[in-house]
């Protein structure tokens, strides 16, 4: 599918989600045909493709939470404790939701949630599949 149809379905700024489908396209999930006729299409099989694939190929894989060790200022910094190596426990905590949230996302493939919408919102799957045989 070309990404100007992508862009007119979901309502988005052509220019934006051709950038999101370009860094889709650098990671492997998704293969560009150039061309009138060409567009965007899956890699691989949606059964392979994870939520956390997605979001790593778009967002990057770094930390969401980078600690800013502000403890390192203010009244902390000026008592001299500032310098006790004791790791952010901000930063542990935030890892391990993290940690957590990756999980999640990485047990959701496009296949298992395409059959859950199937399933819960058929009405919208009916509209999608119309839509698409129209373009």
């Given at each position: 599918?070309?990404?100007?149809?992508?862009?007119?379905?979901?309502?988005?700024?052509?220019?934006?989600?051709?950038?999101?489908?370009?860094?889709?396209?650098?990671?492997?999930?998704?293969?560009?045909?150039?061309?009138?006729?060409?567009?965007?299409?899956?890699?691989?099989?949606?059964?392979?493709?994870?939520?956390?694939?997605?979001?790593?190929?778009?967002e990057g894989r770094a930390?969401?939470?980078?600690?800013?060790?502000?403890?390192?200022?203010?009244?902390?910094?000026?008592?001299?404790?500032?310098n006790v190596n004791l790791?952010?426990?901000?930063?542990?905590?935030?890892?391990?939701?993290?940690?957590?949230?990756?999980?999640?996302?990485?047990?959701?493939?496009?296949?298992?949630?395409?059959?859950?919408?199937?399933?819960?919102?058929?009405?919208?799957?009916?509209?999608?599949?119309?839509?698409?045989?129209?373009?």
């Amino acid at each position: 599918m070309q990404a100007g149809a992508l862009a007119e379905f979901h309502g988005l700024p052509k220019a934006y989600l051709t950038k999101q489908l370009q860094a889709l396209v650098k990671s492997g999930i998704m293969r560009s045909t150039p061309g009138v006729r060409g567009g965007f299409s899956l890699a691989r099989p949606s059964s392979e493709i994870t939520l956390m694939d997605i979001v790593a190929a778009v967002e990057g894989r770094a930390d969401l939470f980078q600690c800013a060790e502000i403890r390192k200022s203010g009244v902390i910094a000026e008592s001299g404790l500032s310098n006790v190596n004791l790791p952010c426990i901000v930063q542990i905590e935030m890892t391990k939701a993290e940690m957590a949230w990756r999980k999640a996302l990485a047990a959701q493939t496009l296949d298992g949630l395409a059959r859950r919408l199937e399933k819960g919102a058929p009405r919208v799957v009916d509209l999608t599949r119309q839509w698409i045989s129209a373009i």
